[in-house]
């Protein structure tokens, strides 16, 4: 059975730029969530995939964008980065069976992102 | 809404002594709970979860955890410290059902240092 991945693990990128992180995830399951987690807090949930659609969102603006695939991996694209982006990116799989959500999210090792 | 409060940033302990992490969640109804740990520069690692039935479960790692729905709180807990328990311990709550099905509210995290 193969864990959820990321790519890249990190990524430097200058304020205004575009940046698109990769999530790969685990075999069997399909629904992918993002969650940002800022230095010294706790992760922060973004939005959710779900057969290939946006399926719920946290407090993010709308450049913060992301795809599902047909194979269930995911991208999270930022648009016009900002130094508060700067952030570790972390990518959840979980299986999801009609409205049944057992909430077991399993989490890839996160890609750190710094804006300069 | 949901939200979860952690009120001790950083606990030390000594290597062989016990542990109890304190995490308190607001949710109106039956919630999902859940423990995390982090390791410096890594993802999270499910620890254990409750999502109905007897309040004690048991999790990984010698790990177990308390549901006491008069008090609002979900504590973890472990008789006997390792050295290797030293990381970052994330609680987290998520709904059973509604708009926001699926995602995941954190903590800010418990810091947990282990003396020799």
């Given at each position: 059975?193969?864990?959820?991945?990321?790519?890249?693990?990190?990524l430097i990128k200058t304020r205004g730029q575009q940046v698109t992180l990769r999530c790969s995830s685990q075999s069997g399951h399909n629904t992918v969530s993002w969650y940002q987690q800022a230095l010294g807090q706790g992760p922060q949930f973004i939005f959710q995939y779900y057969r290939e659609e946006e399926n719920g969102r946290g407090n993010f603006p709308p450049r913060f964008s992301g795809l599902q695939f047909p194979n269930y991996s995911s991208e999270l694209n930022v648009n016009a980065l900002e130094l508060d982006d700067s952030a570790l990116y972390l990518c959840a799989s979980s299986l999801r069976?009609?409205?049944?959500?057992?909430?077991?999210q399993y989490f890839g090792p996160g890609t750190r992102l710094t804006v300069t | 809404a949901q939200s979860v409060t952690q009120p001790d940033i950083h606990i030390t302990v000594s290597e062989g002594a016990s542990l109890e992490l304190r995490c308190n969640y607001s949710y109106g109804?039956?919630?999902?709970?859940?423990?995390?740990?982090?390791?410096?520069?890594?993802?999270l690692q499910l620890l254990l979860k409750y999502f109905s039935g007897?309040?004690?479960?048991?999790g990984i790692k010698g790990f177990e955890a308390e549901f006491k729905r008069s008090q609002s709180s979900f504590n973890l807990r472990k008789p006997s410290v390792h050295w290797s328990d030293a990381a970052e311990y994330f609680c987290a709550v998520g709904a059973a059902r509604g708009s926001t099905l699926g995602r995941l509210y954190f903590g800010r995290g418990t810091q947990l240092t282990v003396w020799p």
């Open positions: 059975e193969t864990g959820v991945t990321q790519s890249p693990t990190h069976s009609g409205q049944a959500h057992p909430y077991e | 109804a039956t919630p999902y709970l859940f423990w995390y740990v982090q390791s410096p520069g890594q993802g007897d309040t004690l479960v048991q």
